[in-house]
């Protein structure tokens, strides 16, 4: 049994990408995309969603030149990368107004992505943010 299944999809084509990407990851836990900023990224992020469902976690950005396992770097493409493992369980939050409060930011960034894990893993996450950095009650993370 794998522990962790990797898969790559790498195209100047988004379907192609994303297609290649879940050829042999069928259920992954985290999609990161790295693609031109000729792409849409609300294009991007709805055609992932589509595919993999409401339980993936999907993170990426624009850049400048997008590599994966294919190539060095190309431009105008996008890269895929999907991530399935049941040891896995991912979190995503995001922290707004950075520029203005950077560590209201940040405890708004790791509640949203305590928030988004797994319901039985939240309680042991949450006691480790908790005592290690947000030094706030469980009742107030909650």
Not at 29 to 51: A, G, H
Not at 112 to 137: F, V
């Amino acid at each position: 049994m794998n522990r962790v299944k990797v898969s790559i999809g790498h195209s100047g084509n988004l379907d192609k990408a994303i297609n290649k990407a879940l050829e042999k990851v069928k259920n992954p836990n985290l999609i990161i995309v790295f693609f031109s900023p000729k792409f849409n990224p609300n294009e991007i992020y709805t055609k992932i969603r589509d595919k993999v469902g409401k339980n993936t976690e999907i993170i990426g950005t624009s850049t400048a030149g997008e590599i994966s396992n294919e190539t060095d770097c190309s431009v105008h493409t996008v890269s895929i990368a999907a991530i399935e493992s049941p040891y896995i369980n991912i979190g995503v939050g995001v922290g707004k107004d950075l520029s203005k409060n950077i560590l209201y930011a940040t405890e708004q960034s790791i509640i949203e992505a305590t928030k988004s894990l797994d319901k039985n893993k939240r309680m042991t996450t949450i006691n480790i943010l908790q005592r290690a950095y947000i030094k706030k009650s469980l009742h107030e993370l909650l």
